[in-house]
Structure formats: structure tokens, C-alpha cells
């Protein structure tokens, strides 16, 4: 049974509508691998176990829904109907969901039993998992290892192979890190694809998804979960088809940039990651498609700045909920030192400052999106460095904004395509001494489909799914 949960998510669905296997077995093998390994993982923050045998007793041989009776963890800054939220944050208390996110309901009404709450960082602000809350989450490649962030616990529960899959956000490569650290497929849809109802109508940075094992699999969750919903503020066009029918089309040859060189000028890109861009070049050529050295024009003075200035109110947002919900406001014991010290930086940012910088940024997304116009995608690295050990992103140390920076270094290639909305994704390809190794690929606006038809050709050529941690 415990095998059963690395297998794609529409096989299972198809098991359980034969009858060969029931949800509440499938549930049933996810709670029991939960009990075996998270104890060294530490991916969950709550266990749904008596909820989730009872909705899995709920789904009966021959339910058509596409992930009928598939297990799956919510990360916890999404709310599960009744359950905690915490944001993994200590001023949020223990208050509970009084409804289901849309991505919660989404999954729910596809099918998917949610059997628990996944880890991230405080406030979701650093790409590693580690917190005075709940302690660091590990990466089931390597348990002295961040499994990256924000939605580190989504992705090492994945790879330790407790849920076959898992929900996870983006606002600045929070579903992409997590991928390329645990060896995981994270795609980053287009700006306003996956509503954020009910609570927001349109958010500039973040975009909701999903970590699976399977290009497929992106694809069909993608189905599951985009579209409008009533009082959206913004929406991403309808695709011309299921994503799931784009991703299984050859792409055809495409012109593909390819560079290693990073947005933030200070970051240094390890030769392990350089290669991989290389390697990956030569398999596309190989595949039949052009791919050009071009470095973008993206390494401009101030643009990190603009950025904190726009990230850095949308983590606050989250701050004031928990400070309304307190009924005062926050003081410095209430978090850990980097969610204050960004707190009292966005104090110091007005609304006219906060509304400039946004619109700074939409200039300089236009300027770049007009330089992608002349390819198909762009090949980058997906980390300028190996997963990076516990503690090295301390959000508790002296020094907390240099925290934030050397996050920064460690994964400057991911919040660019938070700026442009447009699609990008995390791809597993190599491995190097024992830890995943991936490349990301960006797309043009709204093309998910030609961005999936391309890394499921990728993968095709290059299997990475049967790849697992020796872990328990």
C-alpha cells in the first residue's frame, strides 16, 4: 500500500473508480507512511486522520471525478473548513478556517481527501521551512537539508512519499524552490489562473498550485483548479484546451533562450547548477529545438528594492489578519525577528510608496516580457545552489534582513516570473551527489500548455520520476 502513494495521481483515481483499491485503504496508507517518517520530516503541522476516513468512506468504486479518493496535504496558509490555520506563525493562536479556500474546495470537489496541513515559514517569507512555531521541516534527500520554501512541508511530503501530492502557493518561487530541492515537478501558473477566493480577488505576486511527481499530473491538477470565480477582481484567459490535453501534445521545434546569468548581481551561481543549464540545452537541441545563448536584461539597479517593497506588504496583510484577530497590535515577541523586522519596513512604506513601486515593477515586467517575445521559453537554472543546510536561513538570527538577502542568493532566479505573472516551472532533470538537480523553464503569458507540452517532452527524454529518497 505505502507504493501506492508514488504512483500518479490519475492512476489512482482510476484504481479507486475499478475498485481495485478503496480511498479509505488509499487514506488509510498515507495516515500509517505519516505516523512512519514524519516524525523525521516534520512536513505536517495537523493531521486530519479521523476527517479524512470518513470523506474517503464517502467515495465509492466507479466516482468519475479525476482524483477521486487521492490523498493530498493542504499547505497551511489556505484554509481547511474547521481546521487550524497558522500561517506557522505564533500571533495567528490556533484560529480555525470558518470555510475552504477555493483551492481546498476545488480539490475537495474533484475528489481529493485532504489529510492534513503541510509547514512553511512564518508568514511564508523565506524559501526554507524553519520555525520557533514548529520547528525546521527536512528534506527527505537529505535531513540536514531545507526542503526549500515557502511550501517545504507540501514538498517534503511528497517526496518521503506521504501524499502523492500536495497543494502549494508562489509569491516569489515558493511552489518552484520546494520543487527543485525535493526532486519535484512545481509549476508556477499564469498571474490569476487559480482564483484566490474567497478573501481575495487578485493578488500581483501570488499564484496557488500544486507539487506532484509527473509533468501529467501538474497538468490535470492545473484543470481541477483554474477558472474564474464569482467576484474575481482579475482573471487569466480560458486555455483553448484541458492543459492536460496540451501537455500531452509534442510541443514542435521552438526557439528556447537559455542563461546562467542571475537577476540579482551578487548571487553566485554554483558550476553544478551552471551545468545543468547546459546539459538541459543540449537535450533540447537534441529534441530538435533551437536554443540560444541570451542573457535577459534583468539585472537592473533597484529592482530588489521594488520587490521587498511589493512582497513585503502582501506578508504584512497576513500580520494585520492575525493582529485583528488578537484584537491589538503585534509587538516584537509575538514573531520572529525577520517577520518584524519586516513589519516595521512596510510601517515605514505609504501607500503612495507601496502603488509606485508596483507600477515600477509592471514597467519593468513589460520591458522584459518584450525581450521574452522573441522566444518560445527561457532555460535558467532553478536554484543558484544546492538545498542549502538547516539553518543557514535562520529567521531568527542577529541579522534578520540579511537573512532575507541571502535567500535572495540562494534562489534568484524564481521571483522574476512573479513580477511578470507569466508562467514558469521547476523541473527535476539531474541529480548531483545524491540531491535533485533542477532547471526551470519560463514561458510566454498565459501559455501553460505550450510550457507543459515542452518539460513533458523533457521528461519523456529524461525520466526523473522514479527517483526516490532512501528515507525509512
Same mark, same amino acid.
Given at each position: 500500500?505505502?507504493?501506492?502513494?508514488?504512483?500518479?495521481?490519475?492512476?489512482?483515481?482510476?484504481?479507486?473508480?475499478?475498485?481495485?483499491?478503496?480511498?479509505?485503504?488509499?487514506?488509510?496508507?498515507?495516515?500509517?507512511?505519516?505516523?512512519?517518517?514524519? +516524525?523525521?520530516?516534520? &512536513?505536517?503541522? !495537523?493531521?486530519?486522520?479521523?476527517?479524512? @476516513?470518513? #470523506? *474517503? =468512506?464517502?467515495?465509492?468504486? $466507479?466516482?468519475?471525478?479525476?482524483?477521486?479518493?487521492?490523498?493530498?496535504?493542504?499547505?497551511?496558509?489556505?484554509?481547511?473548513?474547521?481546521?487550524?490555520?497558522?500561517?506557522?506563525?505564533?500571533?495567528? +493562536?490556533?484560529?480555525? &478556517?470558518?470555510? !475552504?479556500?477555493?483551492?481546498?474546495?476545488? @480539490?475537495? #470537489? *474533484? =475528489?481529493?481527501?485532504?489529510? $492534513?496541513?503541510?509547514?512553511?515559514?512564518?508568514?511564508?517569507?523565506?524559501?526554507?521551512?524553519?520555525?520557533?512555531?514548529?520547528?525546521?521541516?527536512?528534506?527527505?534527500?537529505?535531513?540536514?537539508?531545507?526542503?526549500?520554501?515557502?511550501?517545504?512541508?507540501?514538498?517534503?511530503?511528497?517526496?518521503?512519499?506521504?501524499?502523492?501530492?500536495?497543494?502549494?502557493?508562489?509569491?516569489?518561487?515558493?511552489?518552484?524552490?520546494?520543487?527543485?530541492?525535493?526532486?519535484?515537478?512545481?509549476?508556477?501558473?499564469?498571474?490569476?489562473?487559480?482564483?484566490?477566493?474567497?478573501?481575495?480577488?487578485?493578488?500581483?505576486?501570488?499564484?496557488?498550485?500544486?507539487?506532484?511527481?509527473?509533468?501529467?499530473?501538474?497538468?490535470?491538477?492545473?484543470?481541477?483548479?483554474?477558472?474564474?470565480?464569482?467576484?474575481?477582481?482579475?482573471?487569466?484567459?480560458?486555455?483553448?484546451?484541458?492543459?492536460?490535453?496540451?501537455?500531452?501534445?509534442?510541443?514542435?521545434?521552438?526557439?528556447?533562450?537559455?542563461?546562467?546569468?542571475?537577476?540579482?548581481?551578487?548571487?553566485?551561481?554554483?558550476?553544478?547548477?551552471?551545468?545543468?543549464?547546459?546539459?538541459?540545452?543540449?537535450?533540447?537541441?537534441?529534441?530538435?529545438?533551437?536554443?540560444?545563448?541570451?542573457?535577459?536584461?534583468?539585472?537592473?539597479?533597484?529592482?530588489?528594492?521594488?520587490?521587498?517593497?511589493?512582497?513585503?506588504?502582501?506578508?504584512?496583510?497576513?500580520?494585520?489578519?492575525?493582529?485583528?484577530?488578537?484584537?491589538?497590535?503585534?509587538?516584537?515577541?509575538?514573531?520572529?525577528?525577520?517577520?518584524?523586522?519586516?513589519?516595521?519596513?512596510?510601517?515605514?512604506?505609504?501607500?503612495?510608496?507601496?502603488?509606485?513601486?508596483?507600477?515600477?515593477?509592471?514597467?519593468?515586467?513589460?520591458?522584459?516580457?518584450?525581450?521574452?517575445?522573441?522566444?518560445?521559453?527561457?532555460?535558467?537554472?532553478?536554484?543558484?545552489?544546492?538545498?542549502?543546510?538547516?539553518?543557514?536561513?535562520?529567521?531568527?538570527?542577529?541579522?534578520?534582513?540579511?537573512?532575507?538577502?541571502?535567500?535572495?542568493?540562494?534562489?534568484?532566479?524564481?521571483?522574476?516570473?512573479?513580477?511578470?505573472?507569466?508562467?514558469?516551472?521547476?523541473?527535476?532533470?539531474?541529480?548531483?551527489?545524491?540531491?535533485?538537480?533542477?532547471?526551470?523553464?519560463?514561458?510566454?503569458?498565459?501559455?501553460?500548455?505550450?510550457?507543459?507540452?515542452?518539460?513533458?517532452?523533457?521528461?519523456?527524454?529524461?525520466?526523473?520520476?522514479?527517483?526516490?529518497?532512501?528515507?525509512?
Amino acid at each position: 500500500m505505502e507504493e501506492l502513494l508514488t504512483r500518479p495521481v490519475d492512476e489512482l483515481a482510476g484504481m479507486v473508480r475499478a475498485g481495485d483499491v478503496s480511498a479509505r485503504e488509499l487514506v488509510q496508507a498515507s495516515l500509517d507512511r505519516i505516523e512512519a517518517v514524519d +516524525g523525521e520530516v516534520h &512536513a505536517f503541522v !495537523d493531521v486530519y486522520a479521523e476527517q479524512a @476516513l470518513a #470523506a *474517503a =468512506g464517502e467515495v465509492a468504486a $466507479g466516482d468519475e471525478r479525476p482524483l477521486a479518493g487521492v490523498p493530498v496535504a493542504i499547505k497551511n496558509n489556505r484554509g481547511v473548513a474547521g481546521e487550524r490555520l497558522t500561517i506557522a506563525a505564533d500571533f495567528m +493562536g490556533d484560529f480555525r &478556517a470558518p470555510m !475552504d479556500h477555493n483551492t481546498t474546495a476545488r @480539490l475537495k #470537489a *474533484a =475528489g481529493a481527501i485532504v489529510v $492534513g496541513s503541510t509547514a512553511l515559514p512564518e508568514y511564508g517569507i523565506l524559501p526554507s521551512t524553519e520555525t520557533r512555531r514548529f520547528g525546521p521541516t527536512r528534506n527527505p534527500w537529505d535531513l540536514t537539508r531545507t526542503p526549500g520554501g515557502s511550501s517545504g512541508g507540501s514538498a517534503a511530503a511528497v517526496a518521503a512519499g506521504m501524499v502523492p501530492f500536495a497543494h502549494a502557493n508562489d509569491g516569489g518561487g515558493s511552489t518552484r524552490i520546494p520543487a527543485a530541492c525535493c526532486g519535484l515537478v512545481g509549476l508556477k501558473p499564469q498571474r490569476g489562473r487559480i482564483s484566490l477566493a474567497p478573501e481575495i480577488g487578485h493578488q500581483f505576486l501570488v499564484q496557488d498550485g500544486v507539487l506532484t511527481r509527473t509533468v501529467r499530473e501538474t497538468a490535470l491538477c492545473l484543470d481541477v483548479l483554474a477558472g474564474y470565480v464569482e467576484g474575481d477582481m482579475a482573471w487569466a484567459p480560458p486555455p483553448a484546451e484541458p492543459f492536460a490535453a496540451a501537455a500531452a501534445r509534442e510541443p514542435g521545434r521552438l526557439r528556447i533562450a537559455m542563461t546562467t546569468l542571475p537577476p540579482l548581481a551578487d548571487a553566485e551561481v554554483q558550476p553544478a547548477s551552471v551545468q545543468a543549464v547546459h546539459d538541459a540545452a543540449d537535450l533540447l537541441r537534441s529534441l530538435g529545438h533551437e536554443v540560444v545563448e541570451a542573457d535577459p536584461p534583468w539585472q537592473m539597479e533597484g529592482v530588489l528594492h521594488l520587490f521587498t517593497a511589493c512582497f513585503g506588504p502582501a506578508v504584512c496583510s497576513q500580520i494585520a489578519f492575525a493582529s485583528m484577530l488578537a484584537g491589538r497590535e503585534p509587538a516584537a515577541e509575538d514573531m520572529e525577528p525577520l517577520s518584524w523586522a519586516i513589519w516595521q519596513l512596510c510601517k515605514s512604506i505609504d501607500s503612495v510608496g507601496a502603488l509606485l513601486a508596483e507600477y515600477q515593477l509592471h514597467g519593468f515586467a513589460r520591458m522584459f516580457l518584450q525581450w521574452l517575445a522573441g522566444f518560445d521559453a527561457l532555460l535558467t537554472p532553478a536554484l543558484a545552489e544546492p538545498p542549502v543546510p538547516i539553518g543557514t536561513l535562520d529567521p531568527q538570527a542577529p541579522d534578520p534582513m540579511g537573512t532575507f538577502a541571502r535567500s535572495g542568493r540562494f534562489t534568484p532566479f524564481t521571483a522574476i516570473f512573479n513580477v511578470t505573472g507569466s508562467p514558469a516551472m521547476s523541473l527535476p532533470l539531474f541529480e548531483q551527489d545524491g540531491l535533485p538537480l533542477a532547471i526551470q523553464l519560463a514561458g510566454r503569458p498565459a501559455q501553460e500548455g505550450a510550457l507543459l507540452a515542452l518539460a513533458a517532452q523533457l521528461e519523456a527524454a529524461h525520466p526523473w520520476a522514479a527517483r526516490r529518497p532512501q528515507l525509512g
